[in-house]
């Protein structure tokens, strides 16, 4: 799949901003006055950003107040339904602690369930889709969530949560690439199912259906990365868990160790996000013979 | 429009013989030149006369190679498009309900209006049969030629998807599969027609019949053929004097 940074900024700082909301929600930390204004503009401008972001690779973008309507179908249009409720129940808990310096509990917990809920809208997204076997996948939406988790449970200064968190999450991403290394295989699909002559002997593509590329190449059958994986995986487990946990764990509690733990787990992140995409194989790749292994 | 509809009176499709199919690519060019000058926004092409032309379209050829151990390898030509599938999961990821499956005849539609280009549909579906047009960012995909098959403006003869109509060899069939005697019905079941990809369930409506199974010739080598092997390089003799005689010159 192609990797669009939109998508990756979209699904990174989204999942962030909102795990941060998850634990404002919480009362974890308990601020309050300019403290709790500084944490929630941190976290609106991550989860507001990365939905803004989303809104980059619409060949539409002006009409992208239809997709409120599918939700009883759509699980893209789930996750904007829920995001919406989420920033406005999160927005009301906020106003009422900045503003009011009063804690409505409820609500922050309502806004709290709120945020979980719109990242398992966003990886349903992503594992629901059987064309992509990679991601068709239970982990999918584990990961998504740990990663919300663990990334919110950092930036809000819940040093020893995120620890055991962020280890947690370093597993799951192993996991799920190691299940998804598999996956495609597992799926069943082949360039003999894809065509039905696999019936009647080894098929092989003879002639490209068009001598230049389209939509489908571009958007689907992304290689260019697959030749750093193994670096990247590599890059990604350190920074996403191994690092941050080692530091958090080695060093006295600070503002600047966990400034320091959260930059490497973006940078963690990006590349682990980034892979997400570009390794995903889709099926329609079959037709052009790109399946290879 | 939000879900699939439970059944549809008619399954309009396709019948496309893989035995027939000479690759000539006439279907790729007609439904190109109708469906760019009717229903919805045109096919753009970006860059067509320069060095990397790319464009949209909604049917494709696709060229295969055939081989199995003792036979001779077969080539297949393999237009592809959309199957209007029965379980679209094209139309359910839909966050608009610009992509619908009509209840009355089964075409899988995108309402163009109301399409914000996200693309979803285009991952959901397992065949490629949806491309982002580059120059409106909306879906484009076969209607199967919605705008022709009830149009009372256009000779009876011409009521069928533009594919269909041109194809040379007749390697292409309209019908309604859920009449069990229309012809598509007819030549699906006496020919075995084919689901792509049925382990993804996705119950495509089209079906290709696959190549019938070629007559074993390696035995009927023509007696001519002998006479036809090249003349080796180097050759002794008179051949031989004469092909250095004639490179001298």
Redo the contacts between chains.
Sequence with gaps: ?HPAPSVILFTSLSGLGFGLLFFLGLDMPAVSGWTAFAFFFVAYALAVGGLLASTF?????Q??V?????W??????RE?VFAVLALLVMGLYAAALIFLDMRLPLVGMIGSALSVITVICTAM?YA?????PRWSQPMTPVLYLLYMFAGGALMAAQIHLATVLLAILTVAQILHWLIGDKAFAK???T?G?????G????????????S?????LQ??AFEVGRKHALKLRVIATLCVGLLPVLMLLMTPAGHLVSLVALVLHMIGLFSARWLFFAEAE???GL??DKHRG | MTTLPASTDKKLGLVIDLDICVGCHACVISCKEWNTSNYGAPLSDMDAYGENPVGTFLNRVHTFEVKSAGCNAQTVHFPKSCLHCEDAPCVTVCPTGASYKRSEDGIVLVNESDCIGCGLCAWACPYGAREMDAAEGVMKKCTLCVDRIYNENIPEIDREPSCVRTCPAKARHFGDFADPDSNVSVMTRERGGMELMPELMTKPVNRYLPPRPKADISGEIDILAPLLTPVPENKGGFMGWLDKALEAI
């Design positions: 799949m690779h619409l060949g539409n973008p009409r992208a239809k997709a409120f309507k599918q009883r179908s759509s699980w893209l249009s904007g997204i629901q889709m059987k064309t992509i799926a069943g699909s360039i199912t894809a065509t039905g002559l019936i009647l002997g080894q098929v092989r593509l003879l002639e490209s259906p068009h230049s590329t389209n939509y489908l958007e689907f889709h099926v329609v037709y052009y």
